[in-house]
């Protein structure tokens, strides 16, 4: 008892530079986490495939940790907001993970990023008009720009597609090697149902998106990289809304149980899906590359990654997560360009550095 008094500094600054590192680890997984969606893609297993193996990868490692956190006796409350359980799955589990799944096979992994990266904007946005959180005007001034950088990365990627910019979205030669692999196991797969969602994962206008079915005139807002930006922005919306919702939730529930049941109510939308599909995609699973990034996506990206993210909110605050949330399109354009081969363009570097400097304004004009 003598030692109290000095005893909750060392555990708060231990905290907090757990809190540093947890948030740093979550901005490097998510980061490689869309190249190697990308890569995985290129090696021939469908999209939905892909999405619904993930997924029950990411649902069993959630599930696992927070049995193991319940047995440690930390428990919800037993009066649980079970809407809004549901509300935050929807909008979590569900949308944003087929919507961010759509916009990976679509468009380039630092457009991806670069979107994913206005997060905490809309959230802002978000905050004010649902929760009546207060924005100064050196926030909203952060807000326009960021919007401005998100409007210049998402317009961009409307040019139409060259056969030197598909090649480039997936041009390794271990990528290559191991999709004529894959191919050569399951050859008519490969050529017909599999050959749409090649073409649709790296090209700008893919010929294969036919399995979309969009009508008429709206249908050129959601295909090639353009419609994978637009769906991007989506996803980010999604999530941005799921954190707000996720707010009043979090009182009654750890974050990672609450990441294990919305991960547990989305997955059977998501295997629904992908059911179809499901049986020529687990013929797959003997590729070893294809194993590793489904397990890297299942058991860090969508599973551990989730209450490692809300550890670092609540011990350093939303605002210094922000910081370490702007490193995320930074690793993913290193690692898209060292595992793909893509290059940043100038659009891209423009509204990157808008959208980056937004949120820097926006979080230095925060009350």
Same mark, same amino acid.
């Given at each position: ?166 090649? /480039? *979205?997936? %041009?390794? !030669? ?8 894959? =191919?050569?196991?399951?050859? $008519? +797969? ?68 609450? /990441? *294990?049941? %919305?991960? !547990? ?8 899906? =992908?059911?179809?599909?499901? $049986? +020529? ?87």
């Amino acid at each position: 008892m003598m030692s109290a008094p000095r005893q909750p500094t060392e555990n708060s600054t231990a905290l907090l530079w757990l809190a540093e590192l947890s948030l740093l680890s979550v901005a490097v997984i998510w980061g490689v986490n869309i190249p190697l969606m990308k890569i995985a893609l290129a090696l021939g297993i469908d999209r939905f495939a892909l999405n619904g193996l993930r997924l029950v990868i990411s649902a069993l490692t959630l599930l696992v940790f927070a049995a193991l956190e319940y047995r440690r006796g930390i428990r919800p409350n037993v009066r649980l907001n079970w809407k809004g359980i549901l509300g935050y799955a929807i909008l979590v589990s569900v949308l944003y993970q087929m919507l961010f799944l759509l916009s990976v096979s679509q468009t380039t992994s630092a457009d991806i990023a670069l979107i994913m990266a206005t997060v905490p904007m809309w959230t802002a946005i978000g905050a004010r008009l649902l929760l009546k959180e207060i924005l100064t005007d050196r926030a909203w001034l952060g807000l326009i720009i960021g919007f401005t950088g998100t409007v210049v990365v998402t317009l961009q990627g409307t040019p139409p597609a060259t056969p030197s910019r598909t090649t /480039s *979205a997936v %041009s390794t !030669s271990a990528v290559s090697t191991a999709a004529s692999t894959a =191919a050569g196991k399951n050859t $008519p +797969a490969t050529s017909s149902d599999r050959g749409a969602n090649s073409s649709t994962a790296t090209s700008d206008l893919p010929a294969g998106t036919a399995a979309e079915p969009v009508p008429g005139r709206w249908r050129s807002l959601f295909v090639g990289r353009f419609g994978g930006n637009v769906l991007a922005l989506a996803a980010a919306l999604m999530w941005a809304g799921g954190t707000i919702f996720s707010r009043p939730v979090l009182k009654r529930i750890s974050p990672l149980q609450l /990441s *294990a049941f %919305s991960a !547990s109510i989305g997955l059977p939308f998501h295997l629904a899906v =992908a059911w179809p599909v499901l $049986p +020529a995609g687990m013929r797959l699973l003997s590729n070893l590359q294809l194993d590793a990034c489904l397990i890297y996506s299942g058991v860090l990206s969508t599973g551990l990654a989730l209450p490692m993210w809300s550890f670092g909110v609540k011990h350093a605050g939303a605002a210094h997560a922000t910081m370490f949330q702007n490193l995320c399109p930074i690793v993913a354009i290193v690692s898209a360009w060292f595992l793909l081969g893509e290059p940043l363009n100038p659009a891209q570097a423009v509204g990157g550095a808008l959208i980056l400097g937004g949120l820097l304004i926006m979080r230095s004009g925060r009350k």
